[in-house]
């Protein structure tokens, strides 16, 4: 038991390394909590850093997924089934609230993807297409993540469920409403019609 707690703090840690605030100074750039959307994700860094550090903080957010996810439950030999999706939670909530820096960190999304990348493979598929999907429509990087994860949630109760049992549905559904909790400013936003959009990567763009 002493083990299993000891790898779920240790997916806690390695979530808390924020891929926004460690590479931003290592490319002496500014804390992306005080910069643009004030989040410390790939998006404000893609929009306020530019392209390179954008896809370093999402490869970055990214692998701290699959090492909580895929790695670290493998360090406990026959431990609970539980037990990885207990890590990769732990990792998601370590970005959102990580000890290193104030427990201000991003908001959990990319982390999440790495996850489900090693958890939930399938499930992720109809995630992805609903994602680029909903984003090449509407622009709206926050609704895109919000209507993928639900899509997720939704495949694991289809498929996975019957299977695997419940663990797998009941970590996608706090999942998809930690996301809800953390994009809560950008549900305000997407309600009042306020929400920006990301038009480099709509197919049809408004016309100005």
């Known amino acids: 038991m002493i083990a299993t707690l000891l790898v779920i703090v240790a997916a806690?840690?390695?979530g808390a390394l924020s891929g926004g605030l460690l590479i931003g100074r290592l490319l002496g750039?500014?804390?992306l909590r005080a910069a643009g959307s004030g989040n410390a994700g790939a998006t404000n860094a893609l929009r306020t850093g530019g392209k390179l550090y954008g896809v370093l903080v999402l490869l970055f957010d990214l692998a701290?997924?699959?090492?909580?996810?895929?790695?670290?439950p493998l360090l406990v030999v026959g431990g609970p089934g539980w037990l990885a999706f207990a890590c990769g939670a732990a990792a998601v909530i370590g970005h959102v609230y990580p000890v290193y820096f104030g427990f201000a960190g991003g908001k959990g999304a990319a982390t999440l993807i790495g996850v489900l990348v090693v958890l939930a493979?399938?499930?992720?598929?109809?995630?992805?297409?609903?994602?680029?999907?909903v984003l090449v429509l509407s622009g709206m990087v926050s609704l895109a993540i919000l209507l993928a994860m639900g899509a997720v949630v939704f495949a694991q109760a289809v498929w996975v469920w019957p299977a695997?049992?419940?663990a797998p549905v009941l970590f996608a559904l706090a999942m998809w409403l930690l996301m809800l909790f953390t994009h809560r400013s950008n549900v305000s936003r997407l309600l009042a019609g306020e929400e920006s959009r990301f038009e480099q990567v709509m197919l049809l763009r408004r016309r100005r």
């Not at 701290?64 to 670290?72: D, S």
């Not at 493979?121 to 297409?129: D, F, I």
């Open 64 to 72: 701290k997924g699959l090492v909580a996810g895929g790695l670290l």
């Open 121 to 133: 493979p399938g499930p992720l598929v109809p995630g992805v297409l609903t994602f680029v999907a």
């Open 12 to 14: 806690y840690l390695i």
């Open 29 to 31: 750039k500014a804390d």
């Open 164 to 166: 695997l049992g419940s």
